[in-house]
């Protein structure tokens, strides 16, 4: 038990540190001088870690009912013509929502190599790939209205990620896919899916 919460600190640690400086984000680059909305994150994390491996990578903002501006991923296909699934023929792909786990967000599902993280070789494999970052995370820390420095930007808890995070995120991508949801999450929002 010693040995997996030592692991558990040291990856805590690690994801603190590094991906700031590793994707470019800065306070002035993530909340801008302007008063209002925080502006997004410079570099994505299509740019930062999807496309670098020639994989089609795609940006959407999704916003909430209550107001808070998600940002959301899809990697449409596979690399290269060899990707099983392709999109030649009209065939709709399955789509498959990833959800990070608390204290992370969306780019920790894309840390390893591409024959080692699983929205790659899910895209390889031949499903439509989506990447939810939830509120208050690096890449979705905008408002329609209130400012990140704002305390008030802060008053949520988990009962807001299950209420109106995750119902946005699953009303757009079903919306692009039209056709069911898989969900692959961890230790963040625990949910029953009987039917996406």
């Given at each position: 038990?010693?040995?997996?919460?030592?692991?558990?600190?040291?990856?805590?640690?690690?994801?603190?540190?590094?991906?700031?400086?590793?994707?470019?984000s800065?306070?002035?680059?993530?909340?801008?001088?302007?008063?209002?909305?925080?502006?997004?994150?410079?570099?994505?994390?299509?740019?930062?870690?999807?496309?670098?491996?020639?994989?089609?990578?795609q940006?959407?903002?999704?916003t909430?009912?209550?107001?808070?501006?998600?940002?959301?991923?899809?990697?449409?296909?596979?690399?290269?013509?060899?990707?099983?699934?392709?999109?030649?023929?009209?065939?709709?792909?399955?789509?498959?929502?990833?959800?990070?786990?608390?204290?992370?967000?969306?780019?920790?599902?894309?840390?390893?190599s591409?024959?080692?993280?699983?929205?790659?070789?899910?895209?390889?494999?031949?499903?439509?790939?989506?990447?939810?970052?939830?509120?208050?995370?690096?890449?979705?820390?905008?408002?329609?209205s209130?400012?990140?420095?704002?305390?008030?930007?802060w008053?949520?808890?988990w009962?807001?990620?299950?209420?109106?995070?995750?119902?946005?995120?699953f009303d757009f991508?079903?919306?692009?896919?039209?056709?069911?949801?898989?969900?692959?999450?961890?230790?963040?929002?625990?949910?029953n899916?009987?039917?996406?």
């Amino acid at each position: 038990m010693a040995a997996v919460w030592a692991s558990f600190c040291l990856l805590v640690s690690l994801a603190a540190l590094s991906p700031h400086r590793a994707h470019g984000s800065t306070w002035g680059s993530l909340f801008g001088s302007k008063h209002g909305a925080a502006a997004a994150p410079t570099i994505g994390i299509c740019a930062s870690s999807v496309v670098v491996y020639g994989y089609p990578c795609q940006e959407f903002d999704v916003t909430t009912q209550d107001g808070y501006v998600l940002s959301v991923q899809r990697i449409p296909e596979g690399r290269g013509k060899g990707s099983s699934g392709g999109s030649g023929g009209g065939i709709k792909k399955p789509p498959v929502l990833i959800q990070h786990g608390v204290l992370v967000d969306g780019v920790t599902w894309l840390l390893n190599s591409p024959d080692r993280n699983l929205p790659l070789i899910l895209a390889d494999n031949g499903f439509d790939v989506w990447i939810a970052n939830t509120r208050g995370t690096r890449f979705s820390r905008r408002h329609t209205s209130m400012d990140p420095r704002d305390p008030k930007f802060w008053n949520w808890s988990w009962d807001e990620l299950v209420a109106f995070d995750l119902p946005a995120v699953f009303d757009f991508v079903y919306g692009k896919a039209g056709q069911k949801i898989n969900y692959v999450g961890h230790s963040l929002v625990r949910i029953n899916i009987f039917d996406l």
